[in-house]
């Protein structure tokens, strides 16, 4: 049964930097779409970043220059790397990845992402 978990979520002083991880099992990471989404209270889920099977990236433009998404195949992490922070930034934070083998263009859509992490909060504090 697949299963992602995410961890480093915190809080954080405005300018601060986190990394968050997520261990995917029984799952290839590298053969799929992954990314990252976050839900701030009484907001839709958003797209921040994902990556593809080819490490093709694509990032919100409210984060670009700011976040770094990555993935290690070995390990099957997918990780993202938040510098700057900032109380906009404030959410919780889930990975998730599809079911569909081969991910040449990742999106930042929710809908066709299948497995989904229980989330990890974020709070910067201005």
């Known amino acids: 049964q697949v299963q992602l978990v995410e961890s480093g979520g915190g809080s954080v002083q405005a300018g601060g930097s986190l990394i968050l991880s997520c261990v995917v099992t029984d799952y290839t990471l590298n053969t799929y779409c992954a990314g990252w989404f976050r839900q701030a209270p009484g907001k839709e889920r958003e797209g921040v970043a994902a990556i593809g099977s080819g490490y093709v990236s694509v990032y919100d433009d409210s984060v670009k220059g700011r976040f770094t998404i990555s993935k290690d195949n070995d390990k099957n992490i997918l990780r993202l790397q938040m510098n700057n922070l900032q109380p906009e930034d404030s959410a919780k934070y889930y990975c998730?990845?599809?079911?569909?083998?081969?991910?040449?263009?990742?999106?930042?859509?929710?809908?066709?992402?299948?497995?989904w992490g229980q989330g990890t909060q974020v709070t910067v504090s201005s």
């Open positions: 998730a990845s599809t079911a569909v083998r081969g991910c040449g263009n990742p999106t930042l859509a929710p809908s066709p992402y299948k497995y």
